[in-house]
């Protein structure tokens, strides 16, 4: 393809009418204070929101995907704890039932029916590692070890995604709220929400199952 020479584009400016070399000035100017201005800050922020949610949704998962083994592990050393291990059962029925997408995000209610089903999955574990404490050949088998470092390992993964899910969703909601993003907001993303953020909904409901032996 042949180069356009600096005579040749000289020439298209000069054929240019004044009024359309004008505007095409103003839009490059307006683009220039545009970018310069935020007009991107709140799309950007919405995105971090999702894909910090998406890995809150994520980790979750993996825990709930440790659990039939987990359960069926248990049960081999002991049976009897029937109560204990039903309980995990249903506290991971609830916790998979609730799905939220990132239009729910900006529903505190459909929030907290999330947070208050996993806070009754997290304290569903607790009770089974504690009972799997009186079980001293439970606690040497090497497949029940395996589970329990890898659910200790999840719950730190958690409890980081949830951090950062906070972090991202403080960070839109403030954008939304003050100068010049609130203007922005106005303007042209008003169907964009503020997003909520966790709330403990039991006492210690952040904490991470007990693990350690």
């Not at 004044?18 to 709140?42: D, W």
């Not at 029916?113 to 590692?129: H, V």
């Not at 100068?179 to 403990?200: K, T």
Request: proline residues 4%; aromatic residues 6%; contains cysteine.
């Amino acid at each position: 393809m042949p180069l356009v020479t600096d005579d040749e584009m000289n020439m298209a400016f000069a054929k240019t009418s004044p009024h359309r070399l004008k505007a095409l000035l103003a839009l490059a100017l307006l683009s220039a204070l545009l970018s310069g201005c935020g007009v991107n800050t709140i799309p950007t922020l919405d995105e971090e929101v999702n894909a910090a949610w998406a890995q809150v949704e994520n980790q979750y998962q993996r825990r709930a995907d440790l659990v039939p083994n987990l359960v069926e592990t248990v049960k081999a050393f002991a049976a009897h704890e029937e109560e204990t291990l039903t309980q995990v059962i249903e506290a991971r029925s609830r916790a998979t039932s609730i799905q939220i997408d990132v239009d729910d995000l900006s529903d505190p209610q459909m929030v907290q029916r999330f947070e208050e089903a996993q806070a009754q999955l997290t304290g569903a574990l607790s009770r089974l590692m504690a009972v799997a404490e009186r079980y001293p050949t439970l606690q040497s088998n090497q497949n029940f070890l395996s589970l329990q470092s890898q659910l200790e390992g999840t719950e730190n993964r958690i409890a980081v995604a949830r951090r950062d899910y906070i972090q991202a969703v403080q960070r839109y909601n403030t954008e939304l709220r003050t100068f010049p993003g609130r203007i922005w907001h106005r303007l042209l993303y008003s169907d964009l929400e503020l997003r909520q953020p966790f709330q403990a909904t039991t006492e210690n409901a952040q904490e991470a199952p007990r693990v350690e032996f």
